[in-house]
Structure formats: C-alpha cells, structure tokens
C-alpha cells in the first residue's frame, strides 16, 4: 500500500443493540474480515480501505440518519440493513447522494434499485425451498406466525399461496409485535396448540424469535412432527436461544455454517479465529462477507472507487464465496445464490438436508411460484 | 380475482411506445425484471407484432396522433394506456384523456411505482372488458325484448288471440324449432313484412 494516498473509506450500518443486534453484530464482523483481507492483499486499488460505523439500534428512523450521517461525511458506499423497513428507509437517502448500498440480508422481494446490490436470499432462493422441504417430509398443515411488519406480510403471502397450490393448508395466520410480551407469546403458543398437529413457519425476528423457540420448546410440541421453519432463525438466533430450545427446526438458506467444502472451513476457521470459537456464522453472516469482495471485484474491473464507476462494472461481478461461487445478476441487481435447507442440532448449527444442484437465479419479482420447478439434491440426515 | 390478476401478470403483453431514453430503458428494464413480454417501438409504427394487452406511451404532441391510429387498430378490446408525462399543464392532460389513459407514470422514471401502475391498469382494463360484456349482453336482451313484443301484437292481430296465448304460441313453435325466443320474433317480424308489403311498397 502507498501510505501517502488517503484511505477509501467505507460505510458499515448495522444494529449494536436492539431487536436485530444478534444477527446484525455478526454482520457486522464478516463486513470487518473481509476489508481486513483486502488491506492484507493489497487493498482497493493499492489503497487502504477504513470502515466508517453506523449504528442503526434496529430503528429505521435511526438508520436513515445514520446513513445521512455517513454519506454527508463523504463515505459513498455503504454495507449494512437487516431489517427491510430499515432499508426502506436508508435506500431514498442513498439514492438521492447518489451513494451506493449493498444489504446483505435475505428479503421479502419485489425491489430494484440501481443504487441498490441485494446480496441475501430472494424468496425463490429459500421461502419456496423450505416450503417444498416441510410438504414433502412433514404434513400438509401450516400455522404462519410472524413479527408486525412488510417482511412477514410477503413472505407469509408466498408461503400461502405456495402452500395451498401444493394442496396444502394454512390453519391460521398471526402477527406479534415486534416487541412481543410474554403474554403475546403464550397467546400464539396456546393458538398453536388448538390446531395440532400442524407445523409452524415463523417470521419474527431477532429476541422475538428467541423467546418463541423457547415458549414453544417448554409447550413440549414434538418437532419431528411439528418442527417451526423460519427464514430468520439462522446461527446467531440458535446460539441466543440455546441448542435445546433449537434442535429439530428447519431453516432455508445460502448457506450454513456447515457446508464442507474447503473453502468454507478456510472462511469458517478464519471467522472464529478472529471473533472466537463460539462466534455464531449465519447466511446473513455470510452474505455481509462476500458482498465486500464483490464491491472489490467490482472496484478492480473499474480501476476507480467513485460509484458511478463501481455501479457500471457491478453486473457480473463474481466471487468464490463460502457458499460456493455467486454473481450479481445486472438485470436485478440480486445474488445468484446456492439454496440449502437445514434442521437445527443441538450444537446450535444446521445439519444440510437439501441443497441445489446448481445455483440459482434471483427472481424477485416472483408472485407465483410454480411447485417443484427446480432440480434440488435431497442428502441422506 | 384480484389474485388471479396478479398471479398471471407474467402472461401480459405490453407495448412500449416511448423514445428509447434514460426513461425508456427504466420502463423496459422493470417490465422485464417484472416478467412481462414486452415490445418496444418508437416512433411509432403503423402497427405492432403482438397485440399488446397494455401500452405504456410516452406522451408527445408530435407523436400523438400516429400513436392513436396505432392504439385503434392494434386489437380489440384496445389495449388499456399507462401514460408517462413530463408536465401536468392542461395542454399534455389534454392528450392524456384522449389516450383514454387507466395510470400515469411521471418522469423522470423510476423503477418504484411502475408494478403498482401496471397492476391497476390491468385491473381497470378487465373491469372496463367485463362491463362492456355485460353492457353489449344487456342490449342484445332489449332488443329481444322489443322483438318478442312485436311479434306478439303481430300474432294477436293476425289470429285474434290473447297476449298470453301469443306468448304461448311462439315459444312453442320456437322450442320445436330449437331457436331462441327472439329469433323466433325476428322471424315471424320478417314474415310479417314480407306477406303485408305490396308491389309499390318498394
């Protein structure tokens, strides 16, 4: 590095505390690794790159200012959101400085924007994946039970559809608030219990999440019979709630911490190395990780760091991530990704049950997914 | 129905009638990452490949009258008109109401905004399709109606029966016959006007 050209410096936007600080701390460790590799390999454009933090305390209101903050300070990129109404409201901030995002969190879809890289799963990358999984191994009966906000809402309205065009049932479909008291909780779990057997498909997130497992671990529910599949339960949420509370439910990601391939134990050792042998590795984890390698990818073809520059040589980018090799699809600006599904152990990690044979396609703009329209490899449990 | 409406938006078929601009390429980028078959021509052409079931125009006065001959012919029922528009003076919203439009995308474009406007037009579309169904199904019985009562008198005079046993009469003869009700009126009206006219009738 030539220590005489000034630093790029680089936005990273994530909760400290809050509802989503469980996972979005991991987040934020993967977006740190990855610049630190990139400095130790020379850094972006033989300049070296500081991460800027932002703290957005799971608060969208909070978030935007934060990136306000950032990008009046001259940081033009920007790492960071989990929840999607904290993107919602980061994303008019960004486009109107005329910064550049990358989110790193699996979402509900239905979004573009060229100010905007979505480097987590679409619903046809996981929603549809866990669905097919649960229909196939479990039942037919679905509860939907999900934390108050857009997320929830889409998603629940995929897996409806989804569910019923494979013959299946949704017995019921409830909300929680964000900030769900013990009382709420039981309420669901009492609700839960009327319409057994039935399986649960969960959209709360963070310390919701946690406290449900853990009510629905205490109601006694069998989950080789009525496992809860969630989206938004990935490492991070198992190591909060504990591997008993975990053990048995389904999951449907990009990727586990479990994959066995080299180049995931490489990033895996690494990870633990850097953040402890108990620090929790989740898809979301992931996806913070190789976005900043694909923003590298993308500044090396650009020979600049300026965002019009980088956003032009966005399309294509790839990148031999942990979760295998993924691409930015220009034409939507999301991820191909490696769909996986995976049931909790009591270690806190995923045993894989399933995974593409091949990576597939984001398709945000998916309103109907059509059953079965995928080549999956079923693996032996 | 309004899922179904949804559900089957990757089967619709829109034009793009605007210049191939910044705003342009926005229109058609989100129409594809939305799924939907697409056609782009400007200026306009004398006629389309596809028979579009929607056309977003970009509306220009110089443009706008090969724009309309173009919607007319295109095909039946003429597809419903998302209007894009740079200004609001009455003078554009003149021609706004002449394309008939069911939605209006303002400019510059934004990828945001562009579902919602292509799922109310479909919406306003089929709605506007059912009720001229309804509306054309509703005349034809009128007609019938005063068919059905003409020939009636027709009968009554000619046999000096009853209205009720006039009724009786055609619907029998036009249940042996296997034709509706008012083909039967039709004919015994056309009988009627041919055994009644004299030569300098003509």
């Known amino acids: 590095m030539r220590p005489t050209d000034s630093p790029i410096r680089l936005g990273a936007l994530f909760s400290d505390s809050g509802l989503t600080a469980v996972v979005e701390r991991t987040q934020r460790q993967a977006v740190t690794m990855a610049v630190e590799e990139i400095n130790a390999a020379g850094g972006l454009l033989g300049r070296e790159a500081v991460i800027e933090a932002g703290n957005s305390l799971s608060d969208p209101a909070r978030a935007r200012a934060e990136a306000e903050r950032l990008l009046a300070s001259g940081v033009e990129t920007i790492f960071g959101c989990y929840m999607s109404s904290t993107r919602r409201a980061v994303l008019p901030v960004v486009e109107q400085r005329r910064g550049l995002l990358f989110y790193p969190t699996l979402y509900e879809g239905f979004e573009y924007s060229s100010h905007c890289i979505y480097s987590g799963a679409a619903p046809n990358q996981n929603s549809v994946w866990l669905a097919d999984h649960m229909l196939r191994r479990y039942g037919t009966r679905f509860y939907l039970v999900g934390s108050n906000y857009v997320f929830p809402y889409e998603s629940n309205r995929i897996m409806r559809d989804y569910v019923q065009s494979c013959g299946g049932v949704v017995v019921e479909e409830r909300y929680l608030p964000l900030h769900p008291s013990d009382e709420d909780i039981a309420r669901v779990i009492g609700d839960i219990r009327r319409h057994a057997p039935v399986m649960v498909f969960s959209t709360t997130v963070g310390d919701a999440t946690t406290a449900f497992y853990r009510a629905y671990d205490r109601a006694g529910f069998d989950r080789s019979t009525m496992p809860i599949g969630s989206l938004t339960t990935g490492e991070p949420e198992l190591a909060a709630m504990g591997g008993d509370a975990a053990e048995g439910h389904l999951t449907a990601a990009p990727y586990f911490s479990t994959i066995g391939s080299p180049r995931n134990a490489r990033f895996v050792a690494a990870f633990r190395a850097r953040w402890g042998e108990d620090a929790p590795i989740s898809a979301n984890t992931e996806a913070a990780y190789f976005q900043v390698h694909l923003y590298a990818e993308a500044v090396a073809r650009a020979g600049a760091t300026d965002v019009a520059s980088v956003r032009a040589n966005l399309p294509g980018c790839a990148y031999d991530a942990p979760q295998g090799p993924v691409r930015i699809d220009g034409r939507t600006h999301h991820t191909v990704l490696w769909p996986r599904v995976g049931v909790a152990t009591a270690r806190g990690e995923f045993a894989i049950v399933e995974e593409a044979a091949a990576a597939v396609a984001p398709d945000p703009y998916m309103i109907d997914p059509e059953p079965r329209a995928w080549g999956a490899r079923a693996l032996a449990i | ?202």
Request: hydrophobic letters at 45%.
């Open chain 2, 1 to 202: 129905m309004s899922r179904g409406l949804l559900r089957d938006l990757r089967d619709v078929a829109v034009a793009v009638l605007h210049p191939p601009d910044a705003d342009g390429g926005v229109i058609l980028d989100q129409l594809n990452r939305i799924g939907c078959r697409t056609e782009a021509a400007w200026p306009p052409p004398r006629s389309l490949q596809t028979a579009p079931d929607l056309a977003v125009v970009g509306v220009d006065r110089d443009a706008h009258a090969a724009v309309m001959r173009l919607l007319r012919k295109s095909a039946q029922p003429t597809p419903g008109v998302i209007a894009v528009v740079d200004y609001e003076n009455p003078a554009m919203l003149q021609l706004v109401l002449e394309l008939e439009a069911l939605a209006v995308i303002s400019k510059p474009v934004r990828s945001f905004g562009i579902l919602t406007n292509l799922v109310i037009a479909r919406s306003q579309r089929v709605k506007a399709e059912e009720q001229a169904a309804r509306i054309r199904r509703l005349e034809a019985r009128i007609a019938g109606f005063r068919s059905v009562d003409k020939a009636k008198k027709i009968l009554m005079d000619a046999q000096g029966i009853d209205e009720q046993d006039a009724y009786r009469t055609m619907r029998a003869q036009a249940m042996a016959k296997r034709i509706s009700l008012e083909e039967m009126a039709l004919a015994i009206i056309n009988a009627h006007s041919l055994l009644s006219s004299r030569i300098d009738d003509a």
